[in-house]
């Protein structure tokens, strides 16, 4: 479509087409029998830690909203500020801060013995309140007759983080979620810095837990993720807060993800020291680091729905570029990525992905 | 991307990328606040009962796979056959054969009594069982005590006509779902005929109910659809068994979804005697009639997920085309679309409709 073309939104006025649909490219087809019955658009970016293009599919200039990629950066400026050696967090609950977590008893543990140590509790979390993302925590809280709380959000670990950060400034903890508030200055200025972006650069929205997360080409988001891997900072100094963060990642695989969850599985292969973190609407960002060099992916699926495409363009990306092997991936990807199966339990298609990283 | 580009499929050997992908087009933004965060790719086809181009997005000649789109159609041989007037099936029934229903009681007493009138019951079904999609009905079995069963397959409507079809003929019963048994050999024909191909053009693939179901191009299944809301047969004679089925799905909008599902509040309207019928993996068929003349409207989402975009485009293109006024329309969407909302409830985005029918 050409640049201009008025387009309509029957929520609001009319809008104009952007190059937001364009960056997006066919990633996965989803075949039933041999018909390709379902494709999923999405981009790739996969950069180094000094910012040079590795490899792409579509435009790694697509714009995209971080959602929970951002949180192993979120942390950081509690590790900056002293705060986490002040309260003596553990990796395991640095681990949980940069967590998308199932809410399985030992993720709630974990926020509730990081709340203690800051004289808080969870009535102090204002990311609302989910079921547990694991299911069979989900199950044993609904029979015991208990309601989900804050702890249980899987974004808990970084609010937790976010007050601990508060209570060390001295900063108000009732609005920290505020955009003006100290703790989310510095973690906007963080995050910039790491992906290489002017101050200000990373227009601000509101996450699913009501805390600000940032928008930013794919490729910026590629850039922190490599400089995770590698911690050295923007002026190529070291970076111990990011050297802490990752080895706690590392080392506490079920802390950022969970039990019977892609994020963890990757982590626990430790090829190349991969760090995975997903984000709600189809975003993944990964980095590993090979022969002293950081390398960060990020990927988008454009709907934003559903495990089974972004789930298989992360594993293929990773075989491509040789971070997992071909003999790793199938076993993955039995694991994780859903065959296309009828209501009599018989697999009538497969998902398969469709692009070549260039 | 160029035709001949290769691409890789993880589950298979490598595959030539063909046009699959490149005849969708951006329909539908999410944005988060003012960000655009995920884009619904898709394609539309409007075609007349003649077979003119009326209106697209995206590129008409998308293939497709039917899915439940087919199911009124897939009713008609049984009408054709005298099948339908032998074992007096009433419209209500009839509607359901046609139904992607919500396993309420109803829909479940309908589906039995047919069953009954054949001299059957649920167990000659082999649509597989699956909860029902009405929720209350679903929770309602749960707290019985009793398992679903395939009478509450959303399926179980054309499947019982199925068999009805299959004691009519005296063919076996036992495999009615096989390719080339004469109840699928007959749907096969009536359907590639209303579609307007070639006898054997469209390929056959397995349904999630395992009965055979049909790939054709997006205007193929238009042209379906207009040859429904005007009952004239390829050949412009008249189609009493359309007429027949389309008079009874007019009748019992809510035997063809159920309580809370666009289909039925769509076919409520009234109309211009707008027929609507989903189908999985992101499909929808709409037909209607103005001033004499069949219209049919076929759309597809590429990614097959999730309601938000297939019920906001579906909306949007019946707004455009003025077949829907633009008051009915937000009230609709306000109860068949969810707003982007985070875990405190707060809306912090919107789905908007990205595209002009042309």
Redesign the interface.
């Known amino acids: 479509?050409a640049d201009t073309?008025?387009?309509?939104?029957?929520?609001?006025p009319p809008?104009r087409?952007?190059a937001?649909?364009?960056g997006?490219?066919?990633l996965v087809?989803?075949r039933?029998?041999?018909?390709?019955?379902?494709?999923?658009?999405g981009a790739i970016a996969v950069v180094d830690a000094q910012g040079t293009r590795v490899a792409a599919a579509g435009d790694p200039a697509q714009?995209?909203?971080l959602r929970s990629t951002a949180k192993p950066a979120q942390v950081l400026p509690l590790i900056d500020s002293g705060g986490a050696e002040r309260f003596r967090f553990s990796d395991a609950e640095i681990a949980v801060m940069t967590g998308s977590h199932g809410g399985e008893p030992f993720h709630v543990d974990a926020v509730r013995s990081i709340l203690e140590r800051i004289g808080l509790d969870e009535r102090a979390l204002?990311?609302?309140?989910?079921a547990p993302y694991h299911r069979a925590s989900a199950r044993a809280l609904r029979q015991s007759g208990q309601e989900p709380t804050a702890l249980h959000?899987n974004c808990s670990g970084k609010h937790a983080g976010m007050l601990a950060l508060a209570v060390h400034l001295g900063a108000p903890i009732d609005r920290y979620l505020d955009s003006r508030h100290p703790v989310q200055e510095r973690i906007r200025a963080r995050i910039e810095s790491l992906a290489g972006l002017a101050s200000g650069a990373a227009?601000?929205?509101?996450?699913?837990?009501?805390a600000p997360t940032f928008?930013m080409p794919l490729a910026s988001l590629a850039l922190l993720y490599a400089r995770l891997a590698v911690p050295a900072g923007p002026a190529a100094g070291s970076d111990p807060s990011v050297r802490r963060a990752v080895a706690a990642m590392r080392g506490h695989p079920e802390m950022v993800a969970g039990t019977d969850r892609l994020c963890t599985a990757l982590m626990r292969t430790g090829r190349s020291g991969l760090i995975a973190k997903i984000g709600a609407?189809?975003m993944y960002g990964l980095a590993w680091e090979r022969g002293g060099t950081g390398y960060g992916l990020a990927l988008k699926?454009?709907?934003?729905?559903?495990q089974r495409?972004r789930f298989?363009v992360a594993?293929?990306a990773l075989?491509?570029l040789e971070v997992l092997s071909a003999e790793e991936?199938?076993s993955l990807?039995a694991q994780y990525v859903e065959e296309v199966r009828?209501?009599?339990?018989?697999v009538?298609?497969?998902?398969?992905?469709?692009?070549?990283l260039a």
């Open positions: 479509m073309r008025e387009v309509v939104g029957v929520s609001g809008i087409e952007t937001h649909a364009r997006y490219a066919p087809e989803v039933r029998g041999e018909v390709v019955e379902s494709v999923h658009f714009p995209v909203v204002q990311c609302g309140a989910h959000n227009p601000l929205v509101i996450d699913g837990c009501s928008a609407e189809g699926i454009s709907d934003g729905e559903g495409s298989s594993l293929e075989r491509q991936v199938p990807r009828n209501h009599r339990g018989l009538v298609g497969s998902v398969r992905t469709a692009f070549r």
